[in-house]
């Protein structure tokens, strides 16, 4: 056996092995004799590097990048319509049968709570790897997928096919995660959803191969259609015959009181697996019916989501706390007995304010009803009063701070409490930090709540500010901290030192500045100095700022503490930088946005960006001046007061025909 050929073999015979270990999980080998095969085949490749081809298994090594290239899909990635009871998801069939005929057999699989993808393979060979962005356009993700050892390099056939799936990361690996960035100060990720997302966009892409992530492959397209399947089903048989994984849980129904079946018997048992699932799909299972169906501008037809209900479960009230946020506001939490609900351990759950106490007559000892608002936040939902047992303790509403004593005060027209010691309260001092260090903020990572605690507790910090003067070795003198874990908070707090101007006024925490106020000021402003020396006058002009907000921000810039608080940090060196947006089209020019619900196709501050690369402005609130209010899923009262006040509702799919026809995208 010859150089070449010897190549060839290791290649395929470590191809073979990873499929079985990755796809059918049962390895036929040891991990010593892998190592021995994979070692023999970099050494081979080393030392006749003309031989090293892209769908050899040491390819998989990655490197790092300087940014993400677009990648404009072959075919568009749609989006699903979602069916949220069984009453939609039994009209949805009936439109199907109503446009095809009768009988129309289906097929259920699992939603997997992940990152779609899209791979493109050319005869057999792994060569484009993109996310879904809009759906049109995505980003090239080639080097950090190619390190995920379930996407093969190579097909077990010369197939040329796009396939489609869903990147997540395994529950067990993403507590992992965690635990270790925990202990290096690091990053704690939300949800294994958010995991994987973050990990496969690493520019470094020896990160992502770390990360342990794994992909389901539900579709692929054939560039050879006179062999390609004729249902879904046998789609999915034929991807996992060219060696791509795919969830066991599929299951043909003849019709749609089968798929509500498929649908009730997981709502639970979803919760056993070791990947987050959010709902089921129903497809029609004919991939010619699939054709006759066609298209919406979003969704496809032929296919539908089945949203699972937010799980509702009952536990015990052993006690009612008091926090106290970055703005004085004083918030009661419910401490709970632990229940697991939606696949995560709940031990406490907000209660938004005392009037909401008083309308759920919530006391200490009692069973109630929680369940996660938007499958995230828990909320307590009714008291079971039943139950409630003769000791259970009324809760009666603080009139002083539990942080510093000072006597608490109600605003006109809000329903909070606030504590009105900003300068001093140490719970308000820790909460402006915080969200200083705050993605929408100066984005400093590895610095969270356990991190400035302790430099709370160690009185190393009094202010934000402070951040900025303390050493590598300050950080050290931290528990759980090491040398590295250290040089990274050190540098990432250095590094924010120029951040763009918009995000300085956001950290700032001015009362009513938020994310869409701060951008408002920076694009007027340019500078933090020209609004440090405005007047009230011209703030109260600028569309989306008005008089109240304007009174807030002269007054936040001309208090003696503030003026001490940006010459301590323009003297530690943190100057934010001017904003000069480059508008590639003046089509919004004049128009003012304001977003509401969750969009599908991008994330809202995606949204927000392209608006204003068209002109555009985006707002926190709806008024009169606003002129599109654009809507998601789960719009709230923004919504409703568009409605009242006539204001122009754009769906999402109305705002990406209106960006696409102006080739933004």
Aim: glycine letters at 6%.
């Amino acid at each position: 056996m010859n150089v070449l050929e010897r190549i060839n073999f290791l290649k395929d015979e470590i191809n073979r092995h990873n499929y079985l270990y990755y796809i059918e999980e049962n390895p036929s080998l040891s991990d010593f004799e892998y190592d021995e095969m994979f070692r023999e085949l970099q050494k081979l490749e080393t030392e006749n590097k003309d031989l090293i081809t892209p769908d050899s298994p040491t390819q998989r090594l990655g490197s790092i990048g300087t940014k993400f290239e677009q990648h404009h899909h072959k075919y568009r990635l749609y989006s699903l319509d979602n069916s949220n009871n069984f009453e939609e998801l039994t009209k949805w069939y009936e439109r199907v049968t109503k446009e095809i005929g009768n009988n129309v057999e289906l097929v259920c699989e699992l939603k997997i709570d992940g990152l779609a993808i899209a791979l493109t393979y050319q005869n057999g060979i792994f060569t484009t790897g993109a996310t879904r962005g809009n759906g049109i356009v995505g980003e090239n993700i080639t080097a950090n997928l190619k390190t995920i050892k379930s996407i093969p390099l190579k097909l077990s056939q010369s197939k040329s096919v796009d396939v489609r799936g869903e990147i997540y990361m395994p529950k067990n690996s993403f507590e992992k995660l965690n635990e270790e960035n925990l202990k290096n100060g690091e990053k704690i990720f939300a949800n294994p959803r958010n995991a994987a997302s973050g990990s496969v966009r690493q520019l470094d892409s020896s990160i992502t191969a770390k990360r342990n992530l794994s992909m389901f492959c539900y579709a692929g397209i054939f560039e050879d259609m006179s062999s390609a399947p004729k249902s879904h089903l046998e789609n999915i048989k034929t991807l996992k015959t060219l060696g791509f994984k795919t969830n066991p849980n599929v299951q043909a129904c003849k019709n749609i009181e089968e798929a509500i079946e498929y649908c009730k018997a997981w709502e639970h048992k979803r919760f056993e697996l070791d990947y987050a699932t959010d709902g089921v799909v129903i497809k029609v299972n004919d991939l010619a019916l699939q054709n006759e169906l066609g298209f919406t501008s979003r969704a496809p037809k032929w296919a539908t989501a089945f949203k699972f209900p937010p799980e509702e479960v009952n536990t015990k009230v052993l006690d009612i706390e008091i926090s106290v946020g970055k703005t004085g506001a004083v918030t009661p939490i419910a401490v709970l007995e632990p229940v697991l609900l939606a696949g995560s351990m709940v031990a406490r759950a907000s209660l938004y304010n005392f009037d909401e106490i008083k309308r759920l007559d919530i006391r200490i000892g009692d069973i109630v009803l929680i369940k996660k608002a938007a499958e995230i936040i828990p909320k307590v939902i009714k008291v079971d009063e039943h139950s409630r047992e003769s000791h259970a303790v009324e809760f009666e509403t603080p009139t002083i701070c539990p942080a510093c004593s000072t006597s608490l005060e109600a605003r006109e027209g809000e329903v909070n409490l606030y504590c009105t010691n900003s300068l001093y309260c140490p719970a308000q001092i820790r909460g402006k930090i915080e969200y200083w260090v705050s993605k929408d903020a100066m984005d400093i990572d590895f610095v969270g709540p356990s991190i400035i605690e302790q430099l709370f507790a160690k009185n190393m910090i009094k202010s934000a500010a402070d951040l900025y003067a303390l050493s590598q070795q300050d950080f050290m003198q931290l528990d759980l901290i090491q040398e590295k874990s250290a040089f990274n908070i050190y540098h990432s707090i250095q590094s924010s030192k120029k951040r763009p101007l918009a995000r300085f006024l956001n950290a700032l925490s001015i009362r009513h500045v938020g994310k869409e106020t701060a951008q408002i000021l920076a694009s007027h402003f340019k500078t933090l100095e020209n609004i440090c020396s405005t007047n009230i006058d011209e703030l109260s002009h600028i569309d989306g700022v008005g008089e109240k907000i304007a009174q807030n921000i002269f007054g936040f810039f001309h208090d003696e503490n503030t003026i001490t608080f940006l010459e301590q940090l323009k003297k530690l060196g943190v100057e934010p930088n001017s904003e000069i947006f480059e508008v590639k089209s003046d089509i919004l020019s004049g128009k003012i946005f304001v977003l509401t619900g969750t969009l599908q196709n991008m994330t809202r501050d995606e949204t927000s960006e392209k608006i204003k690369l068209m002109g555009g402005k985006t707002a926190s609130s709806v008024s009169k001046n606003t002129s599109y209010v654009l809507t998601g899923e789960n719009a709230g009262s923004k919504l409703l007061k568009a409605q009242n006040l006539g204001v122009i509702i754009l769906s999402e799919d109305d705002f990406l025909n209106m960006i696409t026809e102006e080739n933004i995208l």
